[in-house]
């Protein structure tokens, strides 16, 4: 793939990426308690390194990844399936949704779930088949 030499499109890209992925974290904790989440902010991240693709060059992009996205996408689907075992483990079905409450003060108690896991491993999952399909093309 060839790289544009526009410098307006790499200065935009150099600032637009980070944004991208900030945006995509959001997305990703946000979707814990409404619609979205993993999947979104997968696609929203993959989106950042496609520009950083077009942008720069694909080395660069792959450089700034610092995985493989195969990888990334096992990772994710075996993150994704291990938040479903663990409610097996409980004797619950399949992915049920299990909760941790720690105080953090009086007024105040985090909630953790398998769902935010389940989240997280699609979003990894998604940016590596994204990005899985991207670099190949990029790659023509």
């Known amino acids: 793939m060839t790289t544009l030499a526009s410098i307006i499109l790499r200065t935009a890209v150099r600032w637009i990426s980070p944004l991208l992925l900030l945006f995509s974290l959001f997305l990703l904790l946000r979707g814990h308690h409404e619609p979205g989440g993993g ?35 096992a990772l ?11 409610s097996l483990l409980l004797g619950d079905p399949f992915l049920t949704g299990l909760w941790l409450k720690i105080p953090v003060t009086t007024a105040l108690t985090l909630e953790l779930g398998s769902p935010v896991l389940f989240d997280i491993g699609v979003y990894l999952a998604v940016i ?10 990029a790659k023509e």
């Not at 390194?49 to 660069?60: C, E, M, P, R, V």
């Not at 590596?128 to 093309?137: K, Q, R, S």
């Open 76 to 86: 994710g689907i075996a993150v994704a399936l291990a938040s479903g075992l663990l």
């Open 128 to 137: 590596g088949a994204t990005l899985t399909m991207l670099f190949e093309f």
């Open 39 to 73: 999947f979104g902010g997968g696609l929203v991240a993959a989106t950042a390194f496609a520009l950083l693709t077009f942008g720069y060059d694909l080395s660069t992009a792959k450089r700034l990844l610092r995985i493989r996205p195969l990888t990334l996408t």
